[in-house]
């Protein structure tokens, strides 16, 4: 890699990991950035020292490289949230890699945790049921005006 390209990818990895405003809107694009810096330096873990965050942080990004194309492009979209995606690296078969990212778009964070969860303990269930029991089971909160 050449040293120009080395300092731009360093400034916009630095800028994203450690900046007070972290605005990423590629993370594939990040995670790519992050596979050729690791080898420029040798290992993640040099380069996680030279950015002055967590080994676990660029790993975790890394395994984002592993999911199918079409998991990669929902994240790329912000479709499917970084952390989400992390998660459903740890289901092992691509095809229920993506079946999974495409149930749990439009859930909530923490909720669509919880199906990555439940399905990596569960893995012949039933998506489209449980999520719509999930769905169901909310308790419906009306805002109350007190006068």
């Known amino acids: ?18 900046g007070k405003k972290r605005k990423i809107n590629d993370w594939i694009y990040l995670a790519k950035e992050v596979k050729e810096l690791s080898k420029h330096y040798g290992s993640y873990r040099n380069l996680a020292e030279k950015l002055g965050i967590s080994k676990e942080v660029v790993r975790e990004v890394l395994k984002l490289l ?25 289901v092992k078969n691509k095809k229920d890699q993506v079946r999974l990212a495409n149930a749990v778009l439009g859930l909530k964070t923490h909720e669509a945790r919880d199906v990555v969860r439940i399905f990596r303990n569960n893995p012949k269930l039933n998506l489209r049921e449980y999520i719509t029991r999930l769905n169901n089971s909310k308790i419906k909160i009306e805002e109350i005006n007190l006068v």
Do not use: S
């Not at 890699?1 to 450690?18: C, S, T, V």
């Not at 994240?75 to 952390?83: I, M, Y």
């Open 66 to 90: 592993e999911l199918p194309e079409q998991v990669q492009q929902l994240v790329r979209d912000g479709k499917l949230r970084l952390e989400v995606a992390w998660r459903i690296t740890g």
């Open 1 to 18: 890699m050449a040293p120009q390209n080395e300092d731009k990818a360093m400034a916009i990895l630095y800028a994203n990991f450690r």
